[in-house]
């Protein structure tokens, strides 16, 4: 199990990204791995992708979610501290909204807050995180992963992709500090041309973790309370290869958590009781096939239902408690056809169509309800070495409340376009160019949250241009496989929804702010094979986001830095895979931030790097194999924030056992 | 930025009697206290300078201080309790007053009273709130020895300041602001501001005798009833209304039969012996007027002679020199931003503008130093 199984391994999950070559359907269909494929795929992309798969997670000692997603280029994380606290992805200055996130290649929505929770995602079945900014390479995709301006897509390990099915059990216990336990099993069997999967994880943490709290002059050592979890996840999968090239999957799936919520740290007053318990169900169906001709075609179908239930205690609500329960529900369905009718030119056409609403137990709810139609035209042509690709996405929102004002409808046309230029045929060497044309709806939230949302609000738009150069290569047998990624681009940011005053106590939103981002993303991945059975892989990224605030140039902010993007942030990770026991040493660490943007000295973050280490063996006990795992997970014990007055854990440490039949 | 200048501060000899701008005249006119080593309180003979507490903005890592503003120097000292103490005064302070050698304010997120040397402006206690049913301080007045505070949570407690402990507590109704004495009485605005997404904010104010301090009489008032000023004889009731179709109104309230009488729509108000100064800013930018009610005669006129500040955040009034300040956010691209430093505004006794100073993050009340 070392580098070479690793690159064997392509992106698992159905929504894998093609590869280059135009017949990508009927590639991934066959089930084809090709060596190196995850490499490829990132140097021939004519748009940022970034890939981190389960074989990454171990060399690279990433220990969480929010850890691999802190070793993506141009990322910021926002993180609420601990294992129960929120966790939402921006990428290059543009807000969490802005980001998609798929599930085994079907977007999450939460149309209430309008970003995804990716805390609630545990690594214990990820098969392969993928990054991508802009488009995706792959065409043949809902339209509605054509709508962001960067998708972050999560696939399980799962035989939808492109490995064998088996029947096989794995049973994981995981356990750390601040009274972290989480026991993880996953049952695999095949039956005929269906292969059935159940998998299910248990988390419960304390996380009453320590930190010190400087106030002034006076440093304290303080403990977070009230920050008690209780989660579950259980999943059921289905694969029915329904014949060569047609694959028919099918997903079930539930979440339940109950999260005590320590708050904001507060000066002399811990004192909290709001408590969290967020419930969401959802199944999808989705269909992949070749119908032949040149013909394939993806279908998608999903319904959504999640729960958001806050309870909170206190002398000054009705009754000394509050309430506040919020329901959503989606329906989604998704078509999309590719047409290749020459090996250089293969088009698609997509159609979504999804049905949000929400209520909720406030008094002021007004039930709001949105239907949405997404249309996506995409032509990718690859001529001699240029592989060109370009998009129109036509997008139709229409809202309406049961109780009240709707909120503004949308209708826009967003195009991108992107290319790939390789110059030399005998070098994996190119250069890339890309621009996308992108906005994000209003969530329900800003659009109507009482005494807040507004129901003006006009979409936040986006533009970005991308620059960048890839090349993979090999040395020799020692270095075998090396990718190195550098990036430049520019970033606008039109119409943001921000909350602004009326007066002291009432807020509304707004669309108002301007912002200029450009920055540079810079990617290294190297694979030693130093002597045989010895692997060493060092993984690096470092990342420069310069981000204008530049909305008028008589405000405090014109020109300073938006408020939580740290202008330069980083990762690296070595592993070095051998026959006694495998030791991964990692660091990441991003620079000085401001809460705001006017860059006021009282309201800067200083930056922070964080150490982490891991030790693991994989023994082989027959047809099964047992292993272990030792992480130490900041390991100079560094007190840090990363979202202002949530201090976040220091030294901690975690310890898996996984079995695998 | 002013640093505070400790000198200038420990020299001032005499211990100065204080008292919140809210309630003008009314706590000192009826107050016969003589408690402890202050000079008669009901005789101030100057003032020294206006205190300004600042909100800070807790989401943005920015804490609540205060801002003192020297008439002598003509010059603002910031965050004067952090630099005499090392520490944060908390987050989002709301209240405080001044009585006898000592300075009490309300933190509301922090849920604490400090009690703060007025000359040092060391912290003598913080009394710790947490815990208790009677808790997150949200209005302040002082009289006979005691400092009455309320408390979102529902109450009004009396806080002894001799042994710096609250001995009582009085439940009134729910999420109670801006207090204030009229005779034996302390008038209570119950706003219910936590039922807005539900019943509605309130409509009523409670009374409690401080003779016994043990009930509160309950009565009907106006929309969300925020702060009770007096001039020392008349009572007014600002009630904010509910920002939207009922709009902020300030009332007469007769304290023989309890009954309220309009005086017209306004956002901010302050009082003197002689007048209520009136400011209407409904949607803080545009469309802000200053008007001087005459207390006696009822007749209004201009408060200021310029166009005012942009955002005002308070308003308060020196009862001896009649100066008016008027605390403000600063506009950017359209709205207030509550994340920079705000000002003050400062005017004589005629409305002319005599300058301004800057504050600390949300000024959101004003106290003057007399002595």
């Known amino acids: ?661 | 930025m002013n640093q505070i200048s400790k000198s200038s501060i420990m020299k001032r000899k005499f211990p100065v009697f204080i008292f919140s701008a809210l309630l003008a005249l009314g706590a000192a006119s009826c107050s016969d206290d003589n408690n402890g080593d202050t000079p008669d309180p009901d005789m101030p003979e100057n003032t020294l300078g206006v205190y300004v507490l600042n909100n800070g903005n807790m989401g943005k890592k920015i804490e609540g201080d205060i801002t003192y503003y020297d008439y002598t120097e003509r010059k603002a000292f910031q965050n004067i309790f952090q630099n005499a103490n090392g520490r944060s005064l908390g987050n989002s302070p709301q209240c405080a007053v001044v009585y006898g050698s000592k300075m009490y304010v309300g933190v509301y997120e922090s849920n604490t009273i400090e009690v703060i040397d007025r000359n040092t402006y060391k912290s003598i206690k913080q009394i710790p709130l947490a815990g208790r049913d009677a808790s997150m301080p949200r209005g302040m007045v002082a009289r006979d020895g005691k400092v009455y505070v309320s408390m979102y949570s529902g109450y009004v407690s009396r806080l002894d300041t001799l042994s710096l402990a609250i001995d009582k507590d009085v439940k009134v109704g729910p999420n109670p602001e801006k207090i204030a004495i009229l005779g034996n009485y302390l008038y209570v605005p119950n706003s219910d501001g936590m039922s807005c997404n539900t019943t509605g904010y309130g409509k009523t104010a409670s009374r409690i005798n401080l003779d016994t301090f043990s009930t509160a009489e309950n009565f009907e008032v106006g929309l969300n009833p925020t702060k009770f000023v007096t001039d020392g004889s008349s009572l007014f009731l600002l009630c904010m209304g509910n920002y939207g179709d009922v709009p902020a109104t300030v009332y007469r309230v007769d304290p023989s039969d309890l009954k309220s009488t309009e005086i017209g729509k306004f956002t901010l108000m302050a009082a003197d012996s002689n007048y209520l100064y009136l400011i209407n800013a409904p949607y803080g930018v545009d469309r802000i007027s200053y008007q001087k009610y005459n207390i006696a005669t009822g007749a209004f006129s201009d408060m200021i002679s310029d166009e005012g500040v942009e955002s005002p955040a308070d308003i308060a009034v020196d009862p001896r020199t009649g100066n008016i300040f008027i605390t403000s956010y600063v506009i950017e691209n359209g709205y207030a931003n509550y994340a920079i430093d705000g000002y003050a505004g400062i005017y004589d006794a005629s409305g002319a503008n005599k300058g301004r100073f800057t504050t600390g993050v949300g000024p959101v009340l004003m106290f003057f130093s007399m002595r």
């Open chain 1, 1 to 661: 199990m070392t580098i070479v199984a690793a690159a064997l391994r392509p992106g698992a999950g159905a929504c894998a990204a093609g590869p280059a070559v135009p017949d990508s359907v009927s590639t991934a269909l066959q089930e084809v791995t090709v060596e190196g494929r995850r490499v490829s795929d990132e140097v021939r992309s004519s748009a940022p992708l970034h890939t981190i798969d389960a074989a990454d997670l171990k060399v690279a000692a990433i220990t969480g979610m929010a850890d691999a997603v802190g070793r993506l280029p141009g990322v910021v994380l926002r993180d609420y501290g601990g294992a129960g606290g929120m966790k939402t992805v921006s990428v290059r200055g543009f807000g969490s909204g802005h980001t998609a996130v798929a599930y085994d290649g079907v977007p999450l929505s939460d149309a209430q807050s309008g970003s995804i929770d990716i805390s609630r995602y545990s690594l214990d079945n990820v098969g392969a995180l993928r990054l991508t900014v802009g488009d995706n390479s792959d065409i043949l995709m809902p339209a509605r992963l054509a709508a962001s301006a960067a998708t972050f897509s999560i696939s399980t390990d799962s035989p939808f992709g492109h490995r064998e099915a088996r029947t096989s059990l794995t049973a994981q216990l995981k356990a750390g500090s601040f009274g972290y336990i989480s026991p993880f099993l996953k049952v695999e069997v095949p039956v005929g041309k269906v292969t059935l999967q159940a998998s299910g994880e248990y988390v419960h943490a304390k996380n009453d973790y320590p930190f010190t709290l400087t106030n002034v002059s006076l440093k304290t050592r303080e403990r977070r309370t009230n920050s008690m979890m209780n989660t579950g996840h259980g999943e059921l999968n289905a694969l029915w290869r329904v014949a060569a090239r047609h694959s028919l999957a099918a997903k079930a799936y539930y979440y339940d958590s109950d999260r005590h919520l320590p708050g904001p740290v507060i000066y002399y007053n811990s004192e909290s009781h709001e408590r969290l318990r967020e419930r969401s169900f959802f199944c999808q169906l989705r269909y992949r096939g070749s119908l032949g001709h040149g013909l394939s075609m993806l279908a998608i179908a999903k319904f959504n239902w999640s729960a958001s239930l806050y309870h909170d205690e206190n002398g000054k609500y009705p009754g000394g408690v509050l309430d506040q329960n919020y329901w959503q529900r989606e329906a989604y369905v998704s078509g999309s056809l590719l047409y290749t009718p020459v090996w250089w030119a293969s088009l698609d056409y997509a159609a979504d169509y999804f049905y949000n609403n929400l209520n909720s137990n406030l008094a002021t709810d007004s039930r709001p309800r949105r239907h949405s139609v997404l249309q996506s035209f995409t032509g990718k042509f690859t001529l001699g070495p240029v592989t060109l690709m370009a998009r129109a996405l036509w997008s139709i929102y229409l809202n309406s409340a049961l109780q009240g004002t709707p909120s503004r409808d949308a209708r826009r046309l967003s195009p991108s376009a992107s290319v790939s230029w390789q110059p030399w045929s005998s070098a994996d060497f190119h250069v890339r160019a890309s621009y996308k044309n992108i906005f994000r709806m209003p969530s329900f939230s800003e659009a109507y949250f009482d005494h807040y949302g507004s129901v003006d609000l006009k979409p936040e738009s986006t533009d970005q241009l991308n620059l960048g150069l890839t090349y993979g290569f090999d040395v020799a047998s020692w270095l075998p496989q090396a990718t190195i990624t550098a990036d430049g681009y520019l970033n606008h940011v039109k119409d943001m929804i921000v909350a602004v005053p009326y007066n002291m106590f009432v807020w509304s939103m707004t669309n108002l702010s301007k912002s200029r981002v450009f920055g540079l993303d810079l990617t290294a991945d190297l694979r030693f094979r130093p002597a045989a059975r010895h692997a060493v892989t060092f993984m690096g990224t470092y990342s420069f986001q310069r981000a204008e605030p530049r909305t008028s140039r008589s405000s405090s902010d014109w020109m300073r830095q938006v408020a939580y993007i740290p202008r330069n942030s980083g990762s690296f990770s070595l592993g070095w895979e051998n026959p006694w026991v495998n030791v991964s040493f990692s660091a990441s660490g991003i620079g000085h931030r401001f809460t705001t943007s006017e860059n006021l000295p009282a309201t800067r973050i200083a930056g922070f790097m964080e150490f982490g280490a891991g030790l693991w063996k994989v023994v082989s006990l027959g047809r099964s194999s047992l292993e272990l795992r030792a992480n130490i997970i900041n390991m100079f014990d560094r007190q840090y924030e990363i979202v202002a007055n949530y201090p976040m854990p220091g030294r901690s440490f975690q310890f898996t056992v996984r079995y695998e039949l």
